[in-house]
């Protein structure tokens, strides 16, 4: 049978105060407006208390509690991190002993290598990879064979032979070298290599065998420092106690995988990670830094996510944290 419509009865909807609604926003969580000359607290402390803002505030205080807590900070970074020329942000962060441990995939390495030597790095893609020429440079073929030969030789990983080799060679830009700087400071770096996904792979004078080898070193390197990033031994257990800080930025796939599997292996090995924060952050949202590394292997409320352009967060994030901690910008 069909039912017959016909206009509602405004007169029938049941209302009720406003004073009895919960709201989402209100006044006292608008921004406010800071000095010409304000701090880099000032500035977070203006902005709004919603969102973006919050994830952020949050992650400078998750790694300002863990300096001071002495709890671990691992950058875990892609490629386009140095090539927007945020290295030195990094670098900075090593010497004040605030980040304790990086991770990297393999063009990391490249383009931290190539301006560590000539100044310069990355190609127009578009340009050379229709003639054959992308990727295609000696010198740099030339230095990961070295640096390959070097891991094998020594029994270290990827990371420290960089670092090794770009300190041997007395590089001339070797203070805007990541892995120079790991190395001064005596902190794991590590690489994390998929074969086939960098320029140099296709070198004949590398060693695939060594490649592994030294990559999977890394691999189980960074277990080590994942299985570091609980709570510590004399802060008791996980409720609102201090533990170490993950960070990913700009790896949309590798980074996040390897996160994964060094979470499961620490607490497989008896690690208790439940005070860990991490964090995302990067130009777009992705599936799996937001699963593998913001939800999935973390408490609720300890993941975060921050969205924008590494250039411009990334210099905030350093000058937030160490003004959180009482250094001099």
Request: hydrophobic letters at 45%; aromatic letters at 4%.
């Amino acid at each position: 049978m069909t039912r017959k419509y016909k206009p509602v009865d405004p007169a029938q909807i049941k209302t009720y105060s406003v004073q009895d609604r919960a709201h989402k926003s209100a006044t006292t969580a608008a921004a406010t407006l800071t000095d010409v000359g304000a701090s880099a607290a000032e500035l977070l402390d203006s902005m709004p208390a919603f969102l973006g803002a919050n994830a952020f505030r949050s992650v400078v205080s998750a790694i300002a509690d863990a300096v001071n807590g002495d709890r671990p900070v691992v950058l875990a970074f892609g490629a386009h991190v140095i090539k927007v020329g945020c290295a030195p942000i990094v670098i900075d962060l090593i010497k004040r002993g605030i980040v304790k441990a990086i991770a990297c995939n393999g063009a990391c390495a490249i383009h931290d290598a190539e301006l560590a030597m000539f100044g310069e790095t990355s190609e127009e893609v578009a340009d050379t990879i229709r003639d054959g020429s992308f990727g295609m440079v000696a010198e740099t073929m030339a230095f990961f064979d070295e640096v390959v030969a070097v891991a094998s030789r020594d029994g270290c990983g990827l990371g420290a032979a960089t670092g090794k080799v770009l300190a041997d060679r007395e590089a001339p830009n070797s203070n805007q070298s990541i892995f120079v700087a790991a190395r001064e400071a005596g902190i794991p770096a590590t690489i994390h290599v998929a074969v086939g996904t960098d320029t140099v792979h296709v070198s004949q004078g590398l060693d695939a065998a060594k490649l592994g080898t030294a990559t999977m070193h890394d691999f189980r390197l960074i277990c080590d420092v994942v299985s570091d990033l609980g709570a510590s031994k004399t802060s008791g257990g996980a409720g609102g106690v201090v533990g170490g800080v993950w960070l990913n930025i700009g790896s949309a796939v590798l980074l996040p995988e390897v996160f994964l599997k060094a979470v499961s292996v620490a607490r497989n090995l008896g690690a208790n990670l439940d005070a860990m924060t991490t964090a995302n952050f990067d130009m777009i949202r992705h599936y799996r830094p937001h699963q593998n590394v913001v939800t999935r292997p973390v408490r609720a409320g300890r993941g975060f996510e921050v969205i924008g352009h590494h250039e411009m967060l990334l210099p905030l994030l350093r000058h937030a944290v160490i003004e959180r901690l009482g250094a001099t910008a």
